[in-house]
């Protein structure tokens, strides 16, 4: 069985640039979830869709990200315009029920600002 | 405020040996506990889930939860090198959905 991918692997963009990070889950599983991890710090939520649905977007921290998920399969994550801050490791993680609520994580997408 | 708190280490042990991680928690209506192993570069890969106190063992991995002291712990029997990874703890806390807290692992390196 295929795990959560993510692509691309590494992403370096100027300030003020456009990116699109791409997720594809587990097959089946319903459950997507986006984390960010800034250097040095602990790897953070920013939000959580339940097929196509926003369930929780409570960790998103500003209007310049926006996440979808049509057709409930593949998500992706636009960071528009892009800012120093910005810079980190995006993870996607997918889970396939919310009793166990055991999530499976990509291997995440290195973003990096300059 | 929802902490997550791990010692960040290095953590080192010799080979054989028994490795240790712990990790506290904030909020004692947690319900959700998870260890993750992360090498570098990679995916945080789930070693251990646990959701009621005492131990929960999964061959040489043994998960640790006490409630009421607000801390969950991550035992490694017989290290091998190939352990040598950064731990990851994860919580979910009371009415914030399925989010997970982390801390900021434990860098733990064998010692062949």
Redesign the interface.
Known sequence: EA??TQFPSHSVIEKGQTVTLRCDPISGHD?L?W?RRVMG?????LL?FVKESK??E??MPNNRFLAERTGGTYSTLKVQPAELEDSGVY?CAS?QQ?A?????????TRLTVL | QKE?EQNSGPLSVPEGAIASLNCTYSDRGSQ?F?W?RQYS??????IM?IYSNGDKEDGRFTAQLNKASQYVSLLIRDSQPSDSATY?CAV?YPN??????????TSLTVIP
């Open positions: 795990g959560v459950n979830y984390y710090k602990e790897i953070k939520f959580h369930q929780d409570s960790g993870f889970s919310l166990s609520n055991e999530q499976f994580f990509g291997p995440g | 997550v959700s998870f993750y570069g990679k995916s945080p890969e789930l889930s990851l979910t914030t959905g399925n989010q997970f807290y982390f801390g900021t692992g």
